[in-house]
């Protein structure tokens, strides 16, 4: 049980006395604005790629230093925050990532503005999975729903608010807007933590003991798993760009993050302190919440980058439009998030997580009906039905990943559950970025095949678009022409939508494949009492 409050709500000797939710807010605060960070640059990419004079390929390093270094860091914050101190290392987190982001937005080429986006992404890394363990640390367990609740809006929420602003900012003011708004609200959440935010005192003891007893920051593992994940990051983020294992970079990536795994596993199974402790992850309960988890950061991240995509390649949208379209499912998601967190306290997690993922899998389906004549009103009833349930997966998962942890294991988790997060988001985006490749391919292929003057579809198109073209005072050779390019444009488009259709497909299959591991979480303790009681 935390030690900062006791199981019937009541400040334990030694904490701060503050109210609870004051604290949840501020640090939800900060934890929106980096998560935010992870999507907001991503529809101003070719705002950036114009204004620093670099091509579409060097502008978008800046999303991909971002997610490398915001990994790199999560499997250091545990350890930090406890030998350094939680509430020393947030404010120096949060503190670093507002200057960075600042000059992020008065970065005066590409150069520099991926040093400063490094950086942001190492301050966030280890910003996030501290705000989460103080959430833990600052609520009685019969109200850690309620309170993951509103942190679960800020993880949430921010991955489909950063579209929508990166691009009202972009299109109507600049992209430097998208990082230097980050400055007021840093600074504002910066003096709230250093007043509001204490430390329990099981970490204060926790402390003193590894500075008795020696204990040192396991430089080897941290290394080891740091080059994994960032190799993979890299793998996962420029495959796509780099043609995969066409690409001698990304084959060099992928042995390295291979090399980096195998050797991390003995190392950290049998030094005394490691930086991950693996133990977790082969627990029956956290291990599952990991996975889980996984699946719902590939889902979120997926959907909130590929639906703009579409709604601006295909249906002619701003990038405003497009991510106002997500806007709603949005709001749907922030009163889902404390509907699930009140009856979190009445219903058992694994129930939860089976009904919000079953409704994941029917709003993916329910995508794959894209088409043409699709207007707005769709794409943002499809957020909305994926809003329902994203919240009953999150909350429940979230409290049921704690259950069983000793408080000095709630760092950890914290940073292996928000590594979850995004990995996931970044395997989702690189699944689905290579199945509209290829599928695309697939597709515009079989289409093709029909076009051929023995074919009397085609040739019953071809004569129709020429007189068209042609009553419109074109002259008949070059109406034909026109007609031919008209429908060569039209395979193009449908083979687009076909891919698409197959990408949502895809992610509705993977929602079903987690499905099960719902049913393999154990039944947690609802009343007063739970808490992190009992073995993993």
């Not at 910003?127 to 103080?134: A, E, G, L, Y």
């Not at 395997?427 to 009397?456: C, F, K, M, T, Y």
Request: neutral net charge; charged residues 10%.
């Amino acid at each position: 049980m935390s030690d900062a409050i006791t199981a019937d709500g009541t400040p334990a000797s030694g904490a701060r006395v503050a109210n609870p939710w004051l604290i949840a807010l501020v640090v939800s605060l900060a934890t929106f604005m980096e998560v935010l960070d992870t999507t907001i640059a991503n529809v101003a990419l070719r705002y950036i790629s114009g204004g620093l004079a670099v091509s579409a390929d060097e502008a978008s390093w800046v999303v991909t230093t971002y997610l490398v270094s915001n990994a790199i860091i999560l499997v250091a914050s545990s350890f930090i925050a406890k030998r350094y101190g939680r509430r020393r290392f947030y404010l120096l987190c949060l503190a670093t990532f507002t200057i960075a982001s600042l000059c992020c937005g008065l970065a005066w080429n590409l150069e520099s503005l991926l040093i400063f986006r490094m950086i942001q992404g190492f301050a966030g890394g280890g910003m996030v999975p501290i705000s989460q363990s103080i959430l833990a640390d600052s609520f009685p367990p019969s109200k850690r729903s309620q309170a993951f609740a509103l942190f679960g809006v800020a993880v949430v929420v921010a991955p489909v608010v950063g579209p929508t602003l990166g691009g009202y900012l972009s299109d109507n003011f600049s992209w430097h807007w998208c990082f230097l708004i980050n400055g007021p609200v840093g600074l504002f959440a910066f003096i709230l933590v250093y007043f509001l935010v204490d430390e329990p005192d099981s970490l204060r003891q926790e402390r003193a003991r590894m500075r008795r007893q020696g204990v040192r920051f396991d430089i080897v593992g941290f290394l080891l798993v740091a080059t994994f994940l960032g190799a993979l990051e890299l793998v996962l983020d420029r495959g796509q760009t780099e043609d995969w294992f066409g690409s001698n970079f990304i084959i060099a990536a992928t042995a390295i993050c291979i090399a980096a795994f195998l050797l991390a596993i003995p190392w950290l199974m049998k030094t005394a302190n490691p930086v991950v402790d693996l133990r977790l992850l082969a627990g029956r309960q956290f291990g599952s919440c990991f996975i889980v988890m996984l699946a719902t950061g590939a889902i979120l991240i997926a959907t909130t980058q590929f639906i703009p995509q579409v709604l601006q390649q295909n249906f002619g949208y701003t990038a405003t439009w497009a991510g106002l379209a997500l806007s709603p499912g949005g709001l749907v998601t922030m009163f889902m998030m404390f509907v699930a967190g009140r009856i979190s306290n009445k219903f058992q997690p694994k129930y939860l997580i089976a009904i919000g993922t079953a409704i994941i899998a029917a709003a993916m389906y329910d995508m794959t009906r894209l088409n043409a004549d699709l207007n707005f009103g769709f794409f943002v009833w499809s957020r909305i039905y994926l809003g329902l349930g994203l919240p009953l997966i999150f909350i429940p998962m979230t409290a049921a990943s704690y259950d069983g942890l000793r408080p000095d294991q709630t760092d950890q988790a914290s940073a292996l559950i928000n590594a979850a997060r995004n990995t996931g988001g970044s395997i989702g985006v690189a699944i689905a970025s290579n199945v509209l490749a290829h599928r695309e391919q697939w597709h515009q292929s079989r289409l093709v095949e029909h076009i051929i003057p023995s074919d009397p579809t085609y040739n019953h198109t071809l004569q129709g678009a020429t007189q068209y073209f042609a009553h419109r005072g074109t002259g008949a050779i070059d109406a034909q022409s026109q007609a031919m390019a008209w429908i060569g444009q039209q395979v193009q488009t449908q083979a687009s939508y076909l891919a698409y259709i197959d990408v949502f497909h895809t992610l509705m299959w993977l929602s079903l494949a987690v499905l099960p591991l719902a049913f393999i979480l154990r039944k947690i303790d609802l009343g007063e009492g739970s808490g992190h009681q009992g073995g993993h």
